[in-house]
């Protein structure tokens, strides 16, 4: 480090050598040796070669000549100045003498100090101990090479736009941060370049990821950016075991291009994606098992029901607006009017158009219409996680909002009203989902192998279905005795994460786990899918809207990968998920 501050110091105070040097009137020349000579030599003859004949092949010999000229004399330079610095690290002592020896003689003998050494503030140093502080604060290349690659993650993972390398107060807080006052932001090429390289890292890793994997259940999705460019957005879940670990993973396959393109389709089990009817056509063209997304389902279900309910016909002023499209937003505007009563009463009376205000009555209806919205929110959340198993939960979220839903005797009219309209809708819209995968990756949950979220009617027909499933395996594989089946539920019959029953039973019920990875891994909405669109929307923003669709591609999956690797992503399912697995038990064990 020092030898190379040494070097760069002397390059920049000293300038170029003297004229005429290289005619032998410099006797200190170090770096004209024999070789750089005989290729200077060289691309002279050459060059009147060219002068003389004037033939293409004589002009390219010429170029080459030049070429490898200029390399040799860059190689010889850089070799003598690393001579240089190495012969003042030896001797310490006679190291100033020798650095001020060669400044004088570089400037042919003038003692003249002006623009000889600077500091950063533009004062001139003449002291050797501040000369050599500031050569040792200067960071190594390495150094600097791990701040630029920092720099390129920050921009990708936050989705900064690449002009932030030119601000001058991210330069000074870097300066004073790794205590070097000559440290400059790399350019925007650099940054970009160094993106690329990210990109294709992080990409590599996942299609290994992918080539290893027996399964992988994807998601997609529509969305089209401000500057009217449509994209399909393709995300992978797939259950992978390392060292007998199960972890689920969920990762941006790619925005622009469907996931054929990163391996076998035949690794693919199933599609998700939202109720749109473009959505819905392009997946049943697809030879894959459709997933449809319950969290839309649901969603469709209370809008549904809102609209039946002639109250919410009544146009309102809301602290926060109801979007049709927006999950949960109904909840959050009644949750807010209600927090804010009081302010909104005052605020309303001091209007001088007279405005209707609410009455008691309807307060109270706002309220137990909360009261119902409550558990929708959280099973949209729990179902919508995308870092712990989703589908098996599917069918016992449902039954827990049916006992939510069920209606009472000692309720007012306009409740019965709402929860009938709402568990009509619910049933049909439930036609459209994949009940059949849905009950299998259910009794492959370790949490809800009983399957009291099902009428006991149907739940022998499960188990027949996965031993089915079984015995097809098990024509390539040592097959397991079916009278085995009995043992696996009882086995089965705990409360622990599913990955983590199946890291520890996997040996004992090799056919069984991989049906397990293929069914688990599948995700119970589109949410994975629908948040890169959310991302996708901060980078192309108006002040980037004409970013290539390449670009976009490489930062929303660069984005989205670096955060799954740094564990930003982390998501823990909440305590509904044991709040569904007791009620819903209670609901189908009454019956």
């Known amino acids: ?231 399909v957005g393709v995300t992978a879940h797939l259950i992978d075991v390392t060292d007998r670990e199960w972890h689920l993973k969920s990762f941006a396959l790619t925005f622009l291009s469907v996931a054929e393109a990163w391996g076998d389709q035949q690794k693919v089990p199933t599609i998700g994606t939202d109720s749109a009817q473009t959505m819905i056509t392009a997946a049943t063209q697809l030879p894959f098992v459709h997933m449809p997304c319950v969290a839309h389902v649901l969603q469709k279900t209370i809008l549904f029901a809102l609209v039946t309910w002639v109250f919410l016909n009544t146009a309102l002023e809301p602290l926060m607006q109801d979007v049709s499209t927006s999950w949960n937003s109904t909840l959050y505007m009644i949750s807010r009017l209600l927090k804010n009563q009081e302010a909104v009463k005052a605020t309303l009376c001091k209007q001088k158009r007279k405005l209707t205000m609410l009455t008691t009555t309807e307060w109270d209806k706002l309220q137990r219409l909360a009261t119902i919205l409550e558990p929708c929110r959280y099973v949209t959340e729990v179902l919508g996680g995308e870092t712990y198993v989703s589908c098996s939960v599917v069918l016992p979220a449902l039954r827990h909002l049916d006992r939510i839903i069920e209606v009472s005797e000692e309720e007012p009219a306009y409740m019965v009203r709402f929860k009938t309209s709402f568990s009509k809708d619910l049933s049909q819209r439930q036609a459209t989902l994949n009940h059949e995968w849905l009950k299998l990756a259910t009794v492959l949950d370790a949490r809800f192998k009983d399957l009291k979220c099902l009428p006991k009617g149907e739940r022998e027909g499960v188990w027949t279905s996965l031993e089915a499933l079984l015995q097809t395996e098990s024509k390539s594989a040592i097959p397991e005795p079916t009278e085995e089946l009995a043992k696996k539920k009882r086995l089965l019959l705990e409360t622990d994460c599913p990955l983590q029953w199946w890291s520890t039973h996997a040996g004992a019920h090799p056919q069984l786990s991989v049906l397990a990875r293929k069914y688990l891994a599948s995700p119970a909405t589109s949410v994975p899918c629908e948040r890169l669109f959310s991302l996708a929307g901060n980078i192309v923003e108006k002040k980037r809207a004409a970013l290539s669709s390449e670009n976009v591609n490489i930062l929303v999956c660069l984005s989205k990968w670096l955060k799954e690797s740094w564990g930003m992503d982390q998501e823990k399912p909440g305590s509904l998920l044991l709040e569904i697995l007791i009620l819903s038990s209670w609901h189908y064990n009454r019956r």
């Not at 002009?59 to 240089?84: C, G, I, L, N």
């Not at 400037?107 to 004062?123: A, D, L, M």
């Not at 970009?192 to 399964?215: F, G, M, P, R």
């Open 1 to 231: 480090m020092f030898r190379a501050a040494i070097v760069e110091a002397a390059a920049r105070s000293c300038g170029s050598k003297v004229a005429g040097a290289s005619r032998g009137g410099n006797p200190r020349t170090r770096w004209w040796t024999p070789e750089v000579k005989g290729a200077v030599k060289l691309k002279k003859e050459t060059y009147r070669s060219w002068l003389a004949c004037g033939t293409p092949e004589a002009a390219d010999s010429y170029r080459q000549a030049k070429r490898s000229a200029a390399r040799v004399v860059t190689e010889a330079k850089t070799r003598v100045w690393e001579e240089f610095g190495e012969a003042m690290e030896q001797d310490f002592q006679s190291a100033p003498k020798k650095f001020w020896q060669t400044v004088r003689r570089l400037r042919r003998g003038k003692r003249n100090p002006v623009h000889t050494v600077f500091g950063v503030g533009g004062e001139l140093l003449t002291s050797t101990e501040s000369i050599m502080t500031g050569f040792r604060a200067k960071m190594s290349k390495s150094t600097t090479d791990k701040l630029t690659n920092s720099l390129a993650k920050w921009i990708a993972v936050d989705c900064r736009p690449l002009s932030v390398v030119d601000d001058q107060g991210l330069e000074a807080v870097l300066q004073i941060a790794s205590s070097d006052p000559t440290y400059e932001l790399p350019c925007r090429k650099t940054i970009s370049n160094k993106i690329h390289q990210l990109y294709d890292t992080e990409k590599q890793a996942k299609v290994d990821l992918l080539k290893k994997t027996e399964c992988v259940a994807v998601t997609g999705d529509h969305w089209t950016s401000i500057s009217n460019t449509n994209y």
